[in-house]
């Protein structure tokens, strides 16, 4: 049965009553909780420029001439962007709402680019550890793509790389760092490669971008990732991550704007009004771009570093507490973001209690055929300095009381070659069994876990739900 579309209006109060219980089992940012989702700096200053999101959340960036103030706000964080990974005069940007945005329009600009002098289907390669947003990018725009292993240190694997190309080749892909490891591919050999076979280099520095110049300050070693390197074609940044900027805010930019220009959309023929498109979005709230142009200059260059010094502070502490407890660092991360693995015990379990326990990680479960481990995934933010020592204590009492869960990680074996419906079933009737989900993913041939995950989701985004 649809909810129906309410006669009379509710009262602002209601309003807020309903939302209120709408929220309660949200996972809130209570200072230094949340690993995943939430990048917190730790500062409250930061609230007092809140007011700027609303101020400018209904003025239409569609139209920068009735709005000019939006192509202003635009070109400052893109010219700022671009300074910052070391572009030039010719560098040339677009404010997007997400790295998931700035992916796609750099793939769509790179196929297009490659149409114009060759007639297959074009394809890109990249390694096993770049974000999954690449291949919905491939999937939307009717490429192909080449997943390729990583080698023994998580890194793109140059050799492998190098040989997967062929004729079709229209990008290459490196993260800066990828998300699962924190790890940075080496982005100047695959720089060399672009040179040399004249292909598109895209690298995915969304989590990295905000952070890395800063820890570069700090003295910290990092690998060049950005227009440093001849061979880089656009790079990808999100502002709503280590730019501690709102939702919804993140940054492509390319080397030059030959590069762009397939990324822009016009349409001039019909009978509306001429239309023209940097990005996916037509009408688009300026609120996260003034948003993000507030807090990026609130901050600035010694800002940012602060926080950045802040970040790598916990990351240490907590790395290093982590291994004491008995968990081991996976590969050698760059960032401040990692995984960790357990290799007696199932991670999972961890990973679960770390969540029972009100502290908000992502559990990577992996899959078999990779040959990567599963793992649990931390982003660390500035506010983490606070809370190294409550939290390494508590994965200290988790990791002591670990119990047997090989029950579920048997349990989605023996289901491994049953049908999808099968395997929903089997966690619908074990919803006490909390690691089952991630053991199955784990087992599973990646075609039938998602074929699972998607019943799932359409399943729940069923209006009559309520
Ligand atoms: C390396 C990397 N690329 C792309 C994305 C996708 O970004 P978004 O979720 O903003 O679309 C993420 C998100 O975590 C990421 O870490």
Redesign the pocket.
């Known amino acids: 049965m649809l909810k129906q579309f309410p006669e009379n209006g509710l009262s602002s109060e209601k309003i807020h009553d309903v939302l209120d219980s709408y929220g309660k089992y949200d996972i809130k940012n209570s200072r230094g909780r949340l690993f995943t989702y939430f990048y917190d700096p730790g500062i409250k200053e930061l609230d007092n420029l809140q007011d700027i999101f609303l101020k400018f959340s209904n003025r239409n960036g569609m139209d920068y001439h009735a709005f000019p103030s939006t192509l202003k706000l635009e070109n400052d964080v893109i010219a700022m962007m671009g300074s910052l990974l070391n572009g030039d005069d010719r560098t040339a940007g677009t404010f997007t709402t ?3 945005e700035s ?1 796609i329009l750099a793939v769509k600009a790179a196929r297009d680019t490659f149409l114009e002098n060759h007639n297959s289907l074009p394809e890109v390669i990249l390694p096993v550890t770049a ?1 999954p ?1 690449f291949s919905k990018a491939v999937e939307y725009l009717g490429m192909r793509e080449k997943r390729i292993p990583v080698n023994s240190e998580y890194q793109a694997d140059i050799s492998l790389m190098r040989k997967a190309i062929t004729k079709s080749t229209a990008m290459i892909v490196g ?1 800066a760092p ?2 699962p490891y924190g790890i940075i591919d080496p982005i100047k050999e695959l720089s060399d490669i672009a040179l040399e076979y004249k292909l598109w280099l895209h690298v ?1 520095a ?2 990295g971008g905000m952070i890395l110049p800063f820890l570069k300050r700090l003295g910290k070693q990092v690998p060049e990732y950005d227009f440093k390197l001849p061979g880089v074609s656009s790079i ?1 940044i ?1 502002l ?1 991550k280590y730019g501690f900027t709102p939702k919804g805010s ?1 940054v492509i930019l390319y080397r030059n704007a030959v590069l762009r220009r397939h990324q822009i959309y016009v349409n001039a023929r019909w009978p509306g009004y001429p239309m023209s498109n940097a990005g996916i979005q037509a009408t688009k709230s300026a609120g996260p771009l003034a948003g993000s142009w507030a807090i990026m200059n609130y901050l600035g260059y010694r800002g940012y570093t602060e926080l950045a010094g802040k970040t790598l502070t916990a990351y240490k502490r907590i790395t290093q507490g982590i291994k004491n407890i008995g968990y081991e660092i996976t590969g050698k991360p760059d960032a401040t973001i990692f995984a960790f693995q357990d290799n007696v015990n199932s991670i999972f379990q961890t990973g679960v209690k770390m969540i029972e326990k009100g502290w908000y990680p992502q559990i990577q479960p992996s899959n078999i055929k990779l040959g990567l481990p599963s793992t649990v995934h931390l982003n660390i933010s500035p506010v983490h300095v606070e809370v190294t020592d409550e939290f390494l204590s508590s994965l200290e009492d988790i990791h002591t009381n670990l119990s047997d869960d090989s029950a579920a990680g048997q349990l989605a074996i023996d289901s491994a070659d049953k049908t999808a419906e099968y395997l929903a079933h089997m966690l619908e009737k074990h919803p006490e069994n909390k690691t089952l989900f991630f053991h199955m993913l784990y087992q599973l041939d990646p075609g039938k876990g998602e074929e699972i995950f998607r019943k799932m989701t359409d399943r729940d985004f069923h209006a009559s739900i309520g």
């Open positions: 997400g790295g998931t992916i974000h947003s993260s990828s998300f995915d969304c989590v990808s999100d709503h993140s």
